[in-house]
Nanobody, 130 residues
């Protein structure tokens, strides 16, 4: 069993920055890939970023590439999403997710799909004002 607990989000002005955190407990955190997704009002949940088990490989949605950075600290069992140059269209509920069924696999495009992940955080609201 894995529990994912996310930090609070927040309200930020366009062009600002925000860092989201996700704390994992349970199974060996360092064995599996992690991802971030988001769901904007009236839209389906969408992929944001993924990171492999070691932190050595990352993958981003085109919409956030160059602005967002995913990272992890395996010793602390934490995964982060640093969001810079935020835009109003980044407003959404953000979710972290864990893929614990495939330990030590490298990232593929499959990690951009929700069904690759089997544990989810509770979600946190990020609002970007114009």
């Amino acid at each position: 069993q894995v529990q994912l607990v996310q930090s609070a989000g927040g309200l930020v002005q366009a062009g600002g920055s925000l860092r989201l955190s996700c704390a994992a407990s349970g199974r060996t955190f360092s064995n599996y890939a992690m991802g971030w997704f988001r769901q904007a009002p009236g839209k389906e949940r969408a992929f944001v970023a993924a990171i492999n088990w070691s932190g050595g490989s990352t993958y981003y949605a085109d919409s956030v590439k160059g602005r967002f950075t995913i990272s992890r600290d395996n010793a602390k069992k934490m995964v982060y999403l640093q969001m810079n140059s935020l835009k109003p269209e980044d407003t959404a509920v953000y979710y972290c997710a864990a893929d614990t069924t495939r330990p030590f696999v490298e990232l593929t495009t499959a990690h951009s799909y929700e069904d690759q992940y089997n544990y989810w955080g509770q979600g946190t609201q990020v609002t970007v004002s114009s």
